[in-house]
Each structure stands twice: as C-alpha cells, then as structure tokens.
C-alpha cells in the first residue's frame, strides 16, 4: 500500500481508530440554544469538558443543522433554508440513490462500501452519473438505519465508507448524524469535488480519513462553461490544501480529449508544486455522455495519445502515479 495512505493502512489493521470514532469520544460543552458564533468559538477551542455528555460530533451536527438554515455548504453558497425548500445543488433532505459494496473504485480502496447521494452542486455537461446527480432520484434513509448497514457491510468485507454522488457536500449534516450510530472502525471517504465552503472543511477535520478528490479544471474558464461554476481554482485548491492538512489525500483527474493544455498540465503542475507526496490517479475513462456531444472537443472519446500526452508529463514531473490499466475507447 503506499506510504501516503499509511494511516488509513493502520485503521484496516487495528492500530488506530478511524477519526470520526474519536470524535465521538471527545467532550465538549455547549448549549444547544447557543447561536452559531458561539457554538462555533466552541468548536475552534475544542476545550474538553470530561463531564460533559455530548461530544466534538454532536457539537459539528447542531453546527451544520444551523447552517441547513441558510445553506453555504459549497461555493454556489445559495443561502437556501433546506428546512424548506431544496438548494442549487437539487437536494433538500438527503437522497440514496444506491448503496453498495464497490469493487470498481482505487485499488488501495476496495471492497469499499460506497453511498451514492442524488443531486449536486456542479452541472457538468459531460456527467457520466448524471442520472443521479442532475435527477431527483433517490430516496431517504433513516440515519440509524444506515449505521446499521454500515456495520453490517464490515461482515462483507468493508474496507471504508465511500461518501460519494452526485456530491456529499450538500449531505454534511446527513452523514454526520449517520456516523453518530455507526460504530465501525472503518476509515471514511470523502469522494468529492471538493467545491466546499471553508466552514464544511472544518466540520469535516477529525472526521474524514481520505479524502478521494475530483481535480477537474486547471483554470476558470473551463469549469465555468462545463460544469457552471466560479471561482474553481482559487476553491479547489485552497480546499486540496486544507484536506492535505486534515486527512490523507488520493488525487483523481480526469483526462478529457483537447483539455491538455488548459485543465491537464496546470494541475499537474500545481500538484508537483504544492502536494508532491500525493498519490494521483489519471483517469482515462472519458466518454461523451448527457449533453457532451454538443461541444465539440470533448464530443470524442479520449484517445491513446491523450493518455500517453498525460501519463508522460505526470512522470516527468515525478508525480506519484497510480498504476492503473487505462480503458481507452
């Protein structure tokens, strides 16, 4: 396994507990009628309180159940209160679209054990799940129930948990209420875009185990017209900073045909600057699907020699590759 996952290695082996588990053991003080300022002062002070009853999770659930008020969970920071109605990203309470033991993820990662959300908060015209991120599919699961499942799937052989979509980031009080009755000392995965507000990044800290990010646009322009975002490359990588900080990183792009020079090299580029222990999968899966075909260079398969174009540059940059078998169409 390598090195750069050496914890999450340690938590499959007994050596360690995955961190939502120990935020779970943590105590703190708060009042539940405290606003968010407060409730918020307690969280960055993480004083202990040995007395005290509730925990560092319960303190992140009430604080993320405030913002759900006037939801800016992600950068569209749209201020919706998801109480009553859904956001930007389609979802007001959390969907399950599907949820089971995947064997198609990072070798390092399978069986994983993975929850796939509907809805999301880009609207990339070439989305291959679109059916689940762009549809309101799904339906709801009850916290506890899940947690069951999870425990469950350890039986089966779960390596991890795999919060995935659509997107997680508009699921975040969902999934900490889960992890609140699961039990597990299984790693979580925050398999994400990463186009999360700095407030998700800090209710995320001692939570996530590896965060599974989606890399996909080297510059603005790009994300803005494909996936109908702003400010993507300040987001993404002020956020693959923070994870790097927070957790262990596994980095995933997806090379796209004529996007080399303007998405593939500046990320590479950036990764080898900035994070150049990190694990990075190229991906070569690329197929024009839901509204792809309408823009003319990405209407093609990805070929051989934009494979070979990017597997090249990442090698003479030395970047940690993943050795994975392309699938070429």
Known sequence: MPKQLDIYEKILNGETQAKYLLAKQYPVQFESMEGLKGLWEHHENKQTSPMSKASLLDLKIKISDEIFKSCDFCERRCKVDRRKEAGECGVQEARIASQFLHWGEEPILVPSFTIFF???????????NWSISQMNTGKWIEPEELAKAIDEKVE???KNV????????????????????????LPQIWNSNMYCTEKAMRLLDGIIDVYLTDFKYGNDGCASRLSKVKDYWE???????????????????????????????????????????????????????????????????????DYTKARDYAEHLHVDLMRTIPSIN
């Open 235 to 305: 987001t993404i990588t002020r956020n693959h900073l923070t994870a790097n900080n927070q957790g262990e990183l596994l980095i995933r792009h997806l090379v796209m045909p004529n996007h080399f020079y303007c998405c593939t090299k500046p990320i590479l580029d950036w990764i080898s600057e900035n994070l150049p222990n990190s694990l990075v999968n190229l991906m070569f899966q690329y197929r024009p699907e839901y509204h792809a075909r309408e823009y003319k260079e990405i209407s093609q398969p990805v070929s051989m020699k």
């Open 156 to 158: 089966e052989g779960a």
């Open 118 to 128: 509907s809805g999301c908060n880009f609207h990339c015209i070439f989305c291959q």
């Open 162 to 185: 795999n919060w995935v979509g659509g997107e997680p980031t508009p699921n975040l009080p969902y999934i900490l209420k889960v992890l609140k009755f699961a039990h597990s000392n």
